[in-house]
């Protein structure tokens, strides 16, 4: 198995609601990363987690909040979100130890629209 | 941190000819330079990546080149086909399972039949 699922595939939210993505792999991966990406632009880092353990935060608002609940998944918790954080969501993974091959497998991503 | 630069923005090319893009980028300690593949609505797709102890690298009608002395590494299609049309991104990183991956801006490839 060499995917990596999201959920859900389109997600349509109030700034007021709390909503979640979730990503999961079985490839035995042990980093995962959620990247944003807006229209016509390339993925941007969010978040980085190696052995479960959060590694990089790139300077990411606190409305947005990460979660690895174990090695095979990764959830975004979603609160008071602003219409500009409307974008596509991956989630991605890699074996994620050194000298490993470093290959990054991205999930089809969920469609986030804020109104 | 890390800049990657990604040229042409827009490329066609009519299909059966070459297509080049080209990337830099600024940290020296990277040595890892992915490839991806993005059709409209999908997911980034790995198409060939490099590895800074290696200079070129070919999987059929695609590969690649790195130099690591200038900083810059290109992808080469040739004998294009309708199916290439894409955005195309180039990518860097370190080479450590956990580090992130640096994304040029892109380049949209259209083949013209």
């Known amino acids: 198995d060499t995917e990596v699922t999201q959920t859900p595939k389109h997600l349509v939210m109030g700034m007021t609601n709390k909503k979640s993505l979730k990503c999961e792999q079985h490839?035995?991966?042990?980093?995962m990363y959620w990247y944003k990406q807006k229209a016509k632009k390339p993925p941007e880092l969010m978040f980085v987690?190696?052995?479960?353990?959060?590694?990089i935060n790139e300077s990411v608002p606190s409305r947005f909040s990460p979660e690895c609940p174990n090695s095979s998944l990764l959830n975004l918790h979603l609160h008071a979100l602003q219409p500009e954080d409307s974008a596509l969501y991956l989630c991605?993974?890699?074996?994620?130890?050194?000298?490993?091959?470093?290959?990054?497998?991205f999930g089809p991503g969920t469609r986030l629209t804020v109104t | 941190g890390e800049n990657v630069e990604q040229h042409p923005s827009t490329l066609s090319v009519q299909e059966g000819d070459s297509a080049v893009i080209k990337c830099t980028y600024s940290?020296?300690?990277?040595?890892?330079f992915p490839w991806y593949k993005q059709e409209l609505g999908k997911r980034p797709q790995l198409i060939i990546d490099?590895?800074?102890?290696?200079g070129e690298k070919k999987d059929q009608r695609i590969a690649v080149t790195l130099n690591k002395t200038a900083k810059h590494f290109s992808l080469h299609i040739t004998e294009t086909q309708p199916e290439d049309s894409a955005v195309y991104f180039c990518?860097?990183?370190?080479?450590?399972?956990?580090?992130?991956?640096?994304f040029g801006t892109g380049t949209r490839l259209t083949i013209i039949p």
């Open positions: 991605a993974s890699s074996q994620g130890y050194r000298d490993a091959p470093y290959e990054q497998y």
């Open positions: 490839m035995g991966h042990r980093a």
């Open positions: 987690y190696s052995y479960e353990k959060l590694s």
């Open positions: 940290d020296s300690a990277s040595n890892y």
């Open positions: 490099i590895r800074s102890n290696v």
């Open positions: 990518a860097a990183s370190r080479f450590f399972g956990n580090e992130k991956l640096t």
